[in-house]
């Protein structure tokens, strides 16, 4: 299964269970614009379980600018510091800061509040 989604407190948490690689990239980006599409305004928070490749953290940017344009508010767990440090460095400074957190729980604190 490459990822999971909740509704947790009113936050879209969509949980990626293993890193997509190049070949999975589309499959990845569809699944999770789709639900964000379908759940917004609902913020979104996506949890990576594993480091990041180049890849995945491609996809997250480009879902990053989807919610923008959304008007979703997106942000990103991972208990990762390569994987925080490059979504960090490569996040458009031009939109909606991407906000990355290392853990789950207080990425959906964060989200419910920033919502309400």
Known sequence: MLLSYSLTRGVLVVTVHRDPGVGGRAELLSRISGLAEAYRP???VVV??????PAAVGVLLRV???CGR???LMSVASHSAPTRRALEAAADPAGTRLVVHARTDVAVAAAYAAAA
Do not use: D, I, Q, T
């Open 42 to 44: 609902a913020p979104l």
């Open 48 to 53: 990576l379980e594993e480091p990041a490749s």
């Open 64 to 66: 990053h600018r989807l």
């Open 70 to 72: 959304l008007g979703v």
